[in-house]
């Protein structure tokens, strides 16, 4: 089926240090798959932080940045320096254009020490 | 200016009760979502819909119904509520063309003792 596989959570990380949240994702049913990174911080709802949709692409966002690597299904979040700031959930999605479906990871709580 | 909004932010029911949360975006998007979100499992789709009168199954839709009365308005109904559906519980609307991303409310944490 179609679903996504990401890093369990709590990622702990100090201030400055570099990011890496994986993401793997089944696309059986998916012909063109859109792939999304969406961030929830607390209290609030989701917000996209990136997204990619075309397979070999690069997207980035207030530092973070992905590929779409269509060969390994993968989709990894990186950050070369975080901020406390950053400390959030983070979800990685797959989404389906033919019937406007987005599938969700179990999302990465991150937390970033001062 | 906040364009997906959820009502009410909280909510405590009991058992057996009847529990309506209310979501109202001014998107105007035609897809409208339903989402709950439990520790280990992340976001699962109750219901959505494509547009005002349309309500359509998603992937744990079984205590759930959904209502789309306008293009603008999307409520989840829950006839009798469990525990079990102690959650917290997201709405969305979404884009019918380009990347289909989808714009999410804050939330409503209900809980049903």
């Known amino acids: 089926g179609d679903s996504v596989t990401q890093t369990e959570g709590p990622v702990t990380v100090s201030e400055s240090e570099s990011l890496i949240i994986n993401c793997t994702y089944s696309?059986?049913?998916?012909?063109?798959?859109?792939l999304f990174w969406y961030v929830r911080y607390p209290g609030e709802g989701l917000q996209l932080l990136l997204k990619?949709?075309?397979?070999?692409q690069k997207g980035s966002s207030r530092g973070f940045e992905a590929t779409y690597n269509k060969e390994t299904t993968s989709f990894h979040l990186q950050k070369a320096s975080v901020q406390e700031s950053d400390s959030a959930v983070y979800y990685c999605?797959?989404?389906?254009?033919?019937?406007?479906?987005?599938?969700f990871g179990d999302g990465t709580q991150l937390v970033v020490k001062p | 200016e906040a364009a997906v909004t959820q009502s009410p932010r909280n909510k405590v029911a009991v058992t057996g009760g009847k529990v309506t949360l209310s979501c109202n975006q001014t998107?105007?998007?035609?897809?409208m979502y339903w989402y709950r979100q439990d520790t280990g499992h992340g976001l699962r789709l109750i219901h959505y819909?494509?547009?005002?009168?349309?309500?359509e199954k998603g992937d744990i839709p079984d205590g759930y119904k959904a209502s789309r009365p306008s293009q603008e308005n999307f409520s989840l109904i829950l006839e009798l509520a469990t525990p079990s559906q102690t959650s917290v519980y997201f709405c969305?609307?979404?884009?019918?063309?380009?990347?289909?991303?989808?714009?999410f409310g804050p939330g409503t944490r209900l809980t049903v003792l």
């Open positions: 969305a609307s979404g884009e019918t063309w380009g990347t289909y991303e989808q714009y």
């Open positions: 696309a059986t049913s998916i012909a063109y798959p859109n």
């Open positions: 990619v949709i075309t397979a070999g």
């Open positions: 999605a797959l989404g389906d254009s033919s019937n406007n479906r987005i599938f």
């Open positions: 998107n105007n998007h035609n897809n």
């Open positions: 819909s494509y547009g005002a009168g349309s309500t």
